[in-house]
């Protein structure tokens, strides 16, 4: 009679020892090792149930450190599966097959851990989307990161993601205006979900800013969720916006030379009164002469004057940039994804895996950005796909 055993079908200690059997598994490495595995009986319920090493998952053949490392492997050198397989050494090979298998096994226990995710922040949240290839339609990645920030400056962890594809119509797929609409009729519906997620889970009046790119989708659905929090659009994108529809207009002459050095003033201007006086001499040098300008420069005004655009902090939506120069990579690599169940599944291990991973360089190096905001001696147990 074994009393330290738990049986897992009635969590009686009444458990004897019911003969034993051998197994292969395949360790970290690719290193494959036969282990002997006990079995029991319960005394209680009379089941029978086999004691697993920890490292070792019921009818999987490779183990969790293998799992993690093959995982680990794709996102942080970012190559196509095949290429992944393989160390530099070629000495470790894993099969391209198995890879995908296990990143779509990992991919829900990804979602669940993003959606218990709680961590400590500044109040500041960034909001973006990225398009992609699948299945001959198009999907949309939405990314709600936290921004962190301590003596060594600002980083972000993703606490809120939203995968959808849409299934273009012929006619929309040789026309990109009609395609962009159609994306946007949906992309409304699910920006609005990812960001109740986050209001349920951090509450609404915990979060200060939001800061998004110039779409105007955002406009109604972020004052609504978060009415107390300040929403700001990044500058960098308004710049960018005002001077694509001048260089339309104008192309690349006299007039459009003399807007871009006013422009990019603006990037130095730290009060509303210098920011104006800028506008001022911009509406003088492009005179009235087109509608569409004047009401931007109006709309940019209004702006300003509304703090919706940062003069002293926050200017850009450089943090959800940032989150997102580490993962377009790994979206891109993959040209086309079969399934969305498949793509659902890549993107959240990959989410996660952004969370976990460590720093390579920088202040914070060799640490994870989860592991910054965590209580003290919670860190050193997050580790990628710790949660598997």
Known sequence: MTNDIKCPHCGAYHCIKWDSYSRDVVHINNEEKKINVQRYKCKICGRTFSKLPEDVFPRKKYSRSAIIQMIEWKYLY????????????????YPSSTIWKYIQWIGPKSKEALEKL???FSGVITVDEIYYKCNGGTGVHIVVSAVCEDKNGKYTVIIGSEDFMIELSEESRKDKRKMKKEIREMLSKHIEKVLQDVAERYGVTCIKMVLTDDDPIYSTIVPNIFPFAIHRICLWHILKNFLKALEKLYGNSKIFQ???????????????????????????????????????????????????????????????????????????????????????NYLNSMVMWYNTSVFVDGAHRG??????????????????????
């Open 258 to 344: 003399k807007v871009i050095p006013a422009i990019n003033s603006l990037w130095h201007v730290n009060n509303q009164k210098k920011a104006m006086e800028i506008l001022d001499k911009v509406q003088s040098i492009l005179g009235s002469t087109n509608k569409k300008i004047t009401r931007r420069l109006a709309k940019l005004r209004e702006r300003i004057i509304k703090n919706r655009i940062g003069l002293l902090d926050f200017r850009t939506n450089n943090p959800s940039e940032s989150t997102f120069a580490r993962i377009k990579p790994l979206i891109k690599v993959i040209k086309s994804f079969q399934s969305e169940d498949g793509m659902k």
């Open 78 to 93: 970012g190559g196509g599966l095949r290429k992944v397989g393989k160390t530099s050494d070629r000495k470790t090979i």
């Open 118 to 120: 709680k961590i400590i």
């Open 367 to 388: 640490k994870s950005p989860i592991e910054l905001v965590c209580p003290a001696g919670v860190g050193d147990k997050i580790t990628p796909f710790s949660y598997i």
